[in-house]
């Protein structure tokens, strides 16, 4: 089985600064990667996915992620965030055939004004 | 608004009873997986759905049964409930295979 590593639980950040989030995962076969984002009181959403070829994935509200097969890591970055990105982040990994989904157990995103 | 529906949005019971949350898929997909996120156990996968068919199984008691109808709507079962099943419970739907989920927006369940 797959496991997910959301490294920081919490993450404090001011207003306009960057953040990086970090997730790793335990696989030595091919995977796809997510990044879902939970507002308060609401679902899932997805932010961005890798499922093969460029290891930079652009999503949306302007982050990003870069998937590194050598140190088996998948970190959410974002230049500059905002008040409105105050979130619960889950990194997930899938096997490909998508049948089987690990999420990580989350990272709390507090954005300071 | 993600095109999953789920009914209904607040549940509370007592424990032994047992209940159904009901979901229903964005159209055109064709599976549907639940997941249980509580704040002790995180977000856990429960079991998937596809075209009708139970596809994948994860962390889902024998107490927790679900299925998934001829209009792929799925229903979550739950009985013998106990304190600890208190939970929001999501279902999402993805058309294929390539693991991109919608999430609807969760049923609470209070379990007293």
């Known amino acids: 089985a797959q496991s997910v590593t959301q490294l920081d639980s919490q993450v404090p950040v001011f207003e306009e600064a960057p953040v990086e989030l970090r997730c790793n995962y335990s696989?030595?076969?091919?995977?796809?990667l997510f990044w879902y984002v939970q507002y308060p009181n609401q679902g899932l959403q997805l932010l961005l996915k890798?499922?093969?070829?460029?290891?930079l994935v652009k999503g949306i509200n302007g982050f990003e992620a870069e998937f590194n097969k050598s140190q088996t890591s998948f970190h959410l970055r974002k230049p500059s965030v905002h008040i409105s990105d105050t979130a619960e982040y889950f990194c997930?990994?899938?096997?490909?055939?998508?049948?089987?989904?690990?999420f990580g157990t989350g990272t709390s995103l507090t954005v300071i004004p | 608004d993600s095109g999953v529906t789920q009914t209904p949005k607040h549940l509370i019971t007592a424990t032994g009873q047992r209940v159904t949350l009901r979901c229903s898929p964005r159209?055109?997909?064709?599976?549907v997986y639940w997941y249980q996120q509580s704040l002790d156990q995180g977000l856990q996968f429960l079991i998937q759905?596809?075209?009708?068919?139970?596809?994948a199984k994860g962390n889902i008691l024998e107490r927790f049964s679900a299925q998934q109808f001829p209009d792929l709507h799925s229903e979550l079962n739950l009985s013998s409930l106990e304190l600890g099943d208190s939970a929001l419970y999501f279902c999402?739907?993805?058309?294929?295979?390539?693991?991109?989920?919608?999430f609807g927006p969760g049923t609470r369940l209070t379990v007293t």
């Open positions: 999402a739907s993805s058309l294929g295979r390539d693991g991109e989920q919608y």
């Open positions: 696989s030595s076969v091919s995977v796809y």
């Open positions: 890798y499922l093969s070829g460029s290891t």
């Open positions: 997930a990994v899938s096997d490909p055939t998508g049948n089987q989904f690990y």
């Open positions: 159209s055109g997909d064709l599976s």
């Open positions: 759905y596809y075209n009708g068919e139970e596809r």
